[in-house]
């Protein structure tokens, strides 16, 4: 049987308040195959972030290991740890994060520039994200000058610079209006279905839950619907 594309084993994270420890996770154990989409559900401070954060390598666990493929990256010290992340990961937040005083296209190039892949090649690759997202016209623009559907598409786009093996949303469209959350979650769904590029995504979207698997954390661990 095929490895999973990303996996995770009795993953834990704690948090201190004043004199009281807060469990957040308490042994997650999940698995996802490659051209999967899946979401991930959960109350309000359930610590979806936080398990986002973690299988993403922003952050760490307390406890448990993450793999990529056969890579351990609860392992990696933090300056592999961040290479790999550039190169093989995506990640769209709630806010889109975008750099201010870049263009749009700038702001799409930049993961590709840190990862030293040569500017035209990149600066190509951008444009043609741009133009598969339907914003070619949007490149020269500064982030303040475009909608926020907008803004959100282009951090799909920074997010598929570098052809990660995975994309992680968390809450993409929460910062959205309804017919906009809808366009964006489209869009990651002809994107998952086009290319096979796999999802985790944190969201309350009840369409994107119909089609895709369901991942509940619910008291620290998953349950799978």
């Not at 990862?115 to 741009?130: C, F, N, P, Q, S």
């Not at 993409?172 to 002809?190: F, H, I, K, S, Y």
């Not at 994107?208 to 619910?218: M, V, Y």
Request: no cysteine.
């Amino acid at each position: 049987m095929k490895n999973p594309l990303l996996s995770a084993e009795k993953v834990t994270k704690n948090y201190q308040s004043g004199n009281t420890i807060l469990e957040v996770l308490k042994g997650v154990d999940l698995s996802l195959n490659e051209g999967e989409i899946a979401v991930l559900l959960g109350a309000s401070g359930s610590g979806k972030s936080t398990l986002l954060n973690i299988l993403a390598g922003i952050d760490k666990p307390d406890s448990g290991k993450v793999y990529l493929n056969n890579d351990e990256l609860t392992s990696f010290m933090d300056n592999r740890l961040t290479k790999k992340r550039n190169r093989e990961l995506g990640f769209v937040f709630q806010f889109h994060h975008l750099l201010k005083d870049f263009t749009v296209l700038e702001n799409v190039m930049l993961p590709g520039l840190i990862a030293g892949t040569d500017i035209k090649k990149v600066r190509i690759k951008a444009m043609e994200l741009l133009e598969e997202l339907g914003l070619p016209d949007r490149a020269s623009h500064k982030p303040g000058e475009i909608s926020g559907g907008e803004a959100q598409r282009v951090a799909v786009a920074r997010a598929l610079i570098n052809n990660p093996r995975i994309v992680f949303a968390d809450e993409p469209t929460g910062n959205l209006d309804r017919a906009n959350g809808e366009v964006l979650l489209n869009l990651l769904m002809q994107l998952n279905q086009r290319y096979r590029l796999t999802f985790l995504i944190a969201t309350h979207n009840e369409e994107l839950l119909e089609q895709s698997r369901q991942l509940l954390l619910k008291d620290g661990i998953i349950h799978e619907n």
